[in-house]
């Protein structure tokens, strides 16, 4: 038997942009992702846009009484930007009904609500002054979240700023997976500069407010695995470690930055625009918790044909392709549990053993339909398989003495994820796209359950 501490959390996560709907209904002004389906519908998948997603804004009801049949004693979502403030600045009422109403739902159910403010949303008002490339980007986000602690702060314990605040400096500003697009490392690190004081931002309005609970970052720490010893393949490692992970987990638990990564970025002519006293505001703002996302390691060698000064992360490190690998071929990721052990030791050792939790961890497969039973219910045994050999390795690193309160699945229904649609699902209930709304409990729901009443496996 595998037991997990008393009052660990069993839950899941979702976001708002990916199951709320009604986009652009109830006041609500658009995202960048709202704008982005307008302008370049061919970049999504043909007629799945972010318009009714999961239909949670009408479903949340009936959502948390399905999360109570599978056992969730938690569940972590986030609140739209642009529904609560359409302009920034004015409080849309009807926003503030519907979370309070979700909210309270959720605590009377005892389900434990861990709430995010920023997943990838960008307000579109915002965007069109330059998004977080722009200073003013940091008080618009600490307005915001003030505005958030104020209406909510009764009914949430456990607050997030941003859920993998690394995913939009990278896709949006890098790799050309988000809006809006771009390919600049200069703007990519001054985008993700102005994102950390953002965070540290709301951290403060957070703890001079004197709200009750804590606070705390979700960040997709995958741990690097270099291909050999060669000095030049743990150059490229050090280099992955202090681009990805460090350069916003470093500020956040130990309030200030790695020296390797000033001296790297000074290196390459990449250090960000700064504000006097901004070092002085990181230092006196450190979380209370981390979430942190798992799904596969990152695995890297030292770059081939590195330029300098560096114009991508390719002229830092190069992806190795481990030949034993285990493979998701359907999401086109590694599965690799042990880095979940290997996670939690080092959180213990080099960051105070601060109390975290698995804030997202699952698998998306592709046409689970071919698993259903006669009875209607897809048989995801792969998913179980999975979170278990998962928990298997996080048992490890509690037992290591690491700090862990709970474990989150990605995710409770199946969502909408972005640019892939509905392509690969993720969910306990599977959600029917040609009778919109309708869940059906997967498999894996039923063992879930289990694990929740057991407190383990």
Known sequence: MYQFPTNFLWGAAASAPQTEGHALLNGKSPSTWDKWYELAPANFQPNQGPAITSNVYECYADDIKRMQAIGLTSYRTSISWTRLLPDGKNINEEAVSYYRDYFKALNKAHIHPIINLFHFDMPWWLMEKGGWETRESVNAFAFYAQTAFDLFGDLVPQWTTFNEPIVHVECGYL??????????????????????????????????????????????????????????????????????????????????????????????????LTEDGDAARIAANPVDFLGLNYYQPRRVQAPTQPKSPAQMPADFYSPYDWPAKKMNHYRGWEIYPEALYDMAVMIKDEYHNIPWYVAENGMGVADEDRFMNAAGMIEDDYRITFMQDHLRQLHRGIAAGSNCFGYHTWTFVDCWSWLNGYTNRYGFYRMALNAPYERSLKKSGLWFKTVSENNGF
């Open 175 to 272: 790799f050309g997976y988000h809006y809006p697009a771009v390919v600049d490392l200069k703007k990519a690190v001054q985008v993700g500069y102005h994102t950390l004081m953002a965070h540290i931002a709301a951290v403060e309005a957070f703890k001079t407010g004197g709200f009750k609970g804590s606070i705390g970052i979700i960040l997709n720490i995958s741990p690097t695995y270099a291909r050999s010893e060669s000095a030049a393949d743990q150059r490229a490692k050090d280099a992955a470690d202090l681009l990805n992970s460090k350069s916003f987990l470093d500020p956040c638990v130990l309030g200030h930055f790695p020296p390797a990564l000033i001296a790297l970025l000074s290196e390459h002519q990449l250090m960000p």
